[in-house]
C-alpha cells in the first residue's frame, strides 16, 4: 500500500496551523511535500510481507553452520510519538535445509523498520520472517537502537540506548546464546 501524499500533505499543513505557525510563510511551503516523500520512503513496509525479501537456496548436503550478520543500520519510526529511532540489527540463523543470500537479511530488516513500530515488535517481527521464510534450526535477533522520543522529550536521555532481544528455536538455549552474543560483541 503507497502513502496517499495528498493526504499527508494535507495533514501537514493542518499540524504546522494547529501549532501556531503559518504552512503559507516562506521556509514551510514546502514541508507539507517534503514531509509526504519522507513519509513514503519511511512507511514503506506497510502491509509488505518481509518473506518477500527471502530467496531461498538448498544447502544440498552441507552443514549449514552459523549465519551471522552484525550491524545492520536502520532507522524506523516510533509508533507512539512518530518520532524515528536508529540503531543496528544483529541477525543469526543456524539453517535447516535452506540459506538466503546475506543481502536479503537486510532487506527483511528494512521492510519490518520501514512501518510506523516499536522496538520489541520489530526484534520479533524480523525473528519471525525469517523463521517462517528459512524454516531454520534456530534465529536470534539483537537489537541495540536510539529513540528520538527518549532524547528528545520527557526526560531526554541523549546518549541511552534500548537493547532487545528475540530468539526461535536452537537459538533459543542459553548456550547457544551466550555463544551468538559474544560474537555479536566481538570487534577485531
Do not use: N, W
Request: a negative charge; one cysteine or more.
Amino acid at each position: 500500500m503507497a502513502v496517499d501524499r495528498e493526504r499527508v500533505e494535507a495533514a501537514v499543513r493542518e499540524l504546522l496551523a494547529a501549532i501556531g505557525d503559518d504552512p503559507a510563510r516562506e521556509g514551510l511551503q514546502d514541508t507539507p511535500r517534503r514531509v509526504a516523500t519522507a513519509y513514503g520512503e519511511y512507511f514503506a513496509g506497510v502491509g509488505a510481507d518481509p518473506t518477500a525479501q527471502l530467496d531461498t537456496l538448498g544447502l544440498e548436503g552441507e552443514s549449514g553452520e552459523l549465519v551471522l550478520l552484525r550491524d545492520i543500520e536502520f532507522r524506523s519510526m516510533c509508533e507512539h510519538h512518530l518520532l524515528p529511532f536508529t540503531g543496528v540489527a544483529h541477525v543469526a540463523y543456524l539453517p535447516g535445509d535452506r540459506i538466503t543470500g546475506l543481502g536479503r537479511i537486510p532487506a527483511v530488516v528494512d521492510v519490518v523498520a520501514s512501518r510506523p513500530q516499536i522496538q520489541e515488535r520489530l526484534t520479533d517481527e524480523i525473528a519471525d520472517a525469517l523463521q517462517a521464510g528459512l524454516e531454520p534450526l534456530g534465529v536470534l535477533v539483537v537489537i541495540e537502537a536510539a529513540h528520538g522520543c527518549v532524547a528528545a522529550r520527557g526526560q531526554r536521555q541523549a546518549k541511552s540506548t534500548t537493547v532487545t532481544v528475540a530468539s526461535r528455536g536452537r537459538l533459543s538455549e542459553p548456550i547457544e546464546r551466550a555463544e551468538i552474543m559474544a560474537l555479536i560483541g566481538e570487534r577485531r
